[in-house]
């Protein structure tokens, strides 16, 4: 986490240079980087792909990119100009090593430029097939460079399961440092998700409840309205086990259950971490069946327009097996939290896209108010709504006013937009600039990665090994799945949603 900026000259080189997420998320952050002061004095942009592109034609593509996609809406023409002067485009064909060679050239040539000191950063932006080739390649040109100089970000999904996930993290770790392997998970990047260390580590109110003395439940709920759209290939071979739990909600569990951090040190967070997902219950047979619930969506209408099941996606096998949601209850099994559920659920065209973090306390020890002021009793809640409304609220018991006595809950809110008037940044932009100053906080460390795999492979070997036979199981713009309202009803919740925002 940054105070003050002092980058070193930095060689950023793109692999995927031409592709979606380089267009949609990596070349507006930097544009937006360069726009705020945060771009080193000197830097070069290097992308690579197979098409054939001058520099032109890639600035250009880039400049769509950043216009369709920025936060900050068009480019300003004359900050573009400047930023893309130092924009540049090699074609490399990484399952040719031999194309390679003009990408060493290039380095060298922006090494010797900017002098002593100039770090090179690899973004691998491509297929994660391709991932094991760029970084041979990368050592056989010997272009690996050491802690100091150079560092490579490995996107999601990383592995496909624990074993490709080891496979990885062997080759890289025979190829580079630990400290130079940035592994990027962007819910990690998110300001509200950030905040849940600010929220938890700088209140002093906070911590003598967060435990199983006075929290009784906690929910995790990532949904989304949208369908796979054009990812049906992609979804496939992922689901929504792979896609989301294995990675960003089990982050987001990891820093509500976190122990406190002795500082803010990047190695003592992601221990704290890892302990977490090391302390989670693992999965029994009976677990499988009993705590996990999959889905998949079947056609339905969506803000007045029919869209088709996820089988008649494009891409999609039309007998597919692929799971589009997925709920699980998990627990872990340290003092703090013992006995005490983590629900978690996420999914495809659902009824709303939203990502909330829910922490229900305990309900009072002894009720002093008779039943007639308390027939819209609720128990405390926290909830931390990490998009698309972005704020923290506590909901408590009042009074209503008026003459009689009547209880109901408010909300006490804290909200960003009413609060702050700055931007925020988008999740690339934290986490690029955190690349460029060697900051590994919100990147997933190897061991991170694997425990989360260590613990999901019962589920997944499960389903994968039996074929659900209710699927399609739940209509789009529902909320999933029957089974999934029964997983928390049966401990006797329900699942938290906030009111949809009309605006
Ligand atoms: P994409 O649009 O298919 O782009 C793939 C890129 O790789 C293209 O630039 C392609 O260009 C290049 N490429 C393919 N084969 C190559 C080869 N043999 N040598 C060199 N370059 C090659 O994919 P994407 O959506 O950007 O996703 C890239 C990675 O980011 C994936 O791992 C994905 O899971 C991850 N990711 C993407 C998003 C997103 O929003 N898109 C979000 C999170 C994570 P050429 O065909 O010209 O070679």
Same mark, same amino acid.
């Given at each position: 986490m940054k105070t003050s900026i002092s980058l070193k000259p930095t060689i950023f080189v793109? @692999?995927?240079?031409?592709? =979606?997420?380089?267009?949609?998320?990596? +070349? /507006?952050?930097?544009?937006?980087?360069?726009? =705020?002061?945060?771009?080193?004095q000197k830097y070069a942009i290097i992308g690579t792909a197979r098409k054939k592109l001058t520099d032109q034609k890639f600035r250009d593509v880039l400049m769509e990119g950043v216009n369709s996609f920025s936060r900050t809406g068009k480019v300003k023409k004359e900050k573009w100009s400047k930023f893309a002067e130092s924009v540049h485009y090699t074609s490399v064909d990484v399952s040719a090593p031999e194309t390679f060679k003009s990408l060493k050239d290039d380095i060298e040539k922006y090494q010797q430029e900017f002098g002593p000191g100039t770090q090179v950063v690899y973004y691998l932006a491509v297929a994660p097939s391709l991932f094991p080739l760029i970084a041979k390649c990368l050592s056989d040109y010997k272009l690996a460079g050491d802690e100091e100089s150079c560092r490579i970000v490995i996107e999601k999904p990383f592995g496909r399961d624990l074993e490709t996930a080891k496979e990885l993290n062997q080759l890289l770790t025979s190829i580079f440092t630990e400290k130079q392997i940035y592994r990027i998970d962007h819910y990690l990047g998110k300001e509200t998700v950030q905040n849940i260390m600010a929220f938890r580590f700088a209140n002093s109110l906070l911590e003598p409840l967060w435990n199983r003395t006075y929290i009784d439940h906690v929910q995790i709920s990532v949904t989304e309205q949208?369908?796979? #759209?054009?990812?049906g290939g992609y979804y496939e071979s992922a689901g929504a086990l792979r896609d989301m739990i294995q990675n960003h909600i089990l982050q987001l569990l990891c820093l509500i259950g976190m122990e406190t951090p002795i500082n803010f040190d990047a190695d003592e967070i992601r221990n704290k971490k890892v302990d977490v997902l090391k302390a989670m219950r693992p999965f029994s047979p009976d677990d499988i069946r009993f705590s996990t619930v999959r889905g998949q969506?079947?056609?339905?209408?969506?803000? #007045?327009?029919? !869209? /088709?099941?996820?089988? *008649?996606?494009?891409? !999609?096998?039309p007998d597919s097996n692929t799971e589009t949601f997925a709920a699980i209850k998990f627990f872990v099994d340290n003092w703090r939290w013992q006995g005490i559920p983590f629900y978690v659920r996420t999914g495809k065209r659902l009824f709303q896209t939203s990502?909330?973090?829910?922490? &229900? @306390?305990?309900? !009072? /020890? *002894? &009720?002093?108010? /008779? +039943? +007639?002021?308390t027939e819209h009793w609720q128990q405390n809640r926290l909830i931390i709504s990490i998009q698309p409304e972005m704020s923290i609220r506590l909901q408590v018991q009042a009074k209503r006013p008026g003459l009689d006595m009547v209880l109901n809950p408010v909300d006490m809110v804290f909200d960003y937009k009413g609060t702050y008037t700055t931007e925020t940044p988008e999740a690339y932009e934290t986490l690029l600039l955190d690349v460029m100053t060697g =900051? &590994?906080?919100?990147?997933?460390?190897? =061991? &991170?990665?694997?425990?989360a795999w260590e613990l999901l492979m019962p589920v997944v070997n499960a389903w994968e090994s039996k074929k659900s036979l209710s699927f399609p199981n739940y209509t789009a713009d529902s909320w999933g799945p029957e089974d999934a309202? +029964?997983?928390?009803?049966?401990? #006797?919740? *329900?699942w938290f949603t906030l009111p949809l925002n009309k605006d």
């Open positions: 793109i @692999f995927g240079g031409t592709g =979606d997420l380089n267009m949609r998320k990596l +070349a /507006p952050a930097l544009y937006n980087l360069y726009s =705020d002061g945060y771009m080193p949208l369908g796979v #759209g054009d990812r969506y079947t056609k339905g209408w969506v803000e #007045g327009k029919e !869209v /088709p099941g996820y089988r *008649h996606e494009n891409g !999609v096998n990502s909330l973090i829910t922490i &229900q @306390f305990k309900d !009072v /020890p *002894h &009720q002093i108010f /008779p +039943a +007639a002021v =900051d &590994q906080t919100q990147f997933m460390r190897a =061991d &991170q990665v694997e425990s309202e +029964a997983l928390i009803a049966r401990d #006797g919740f *329900h």
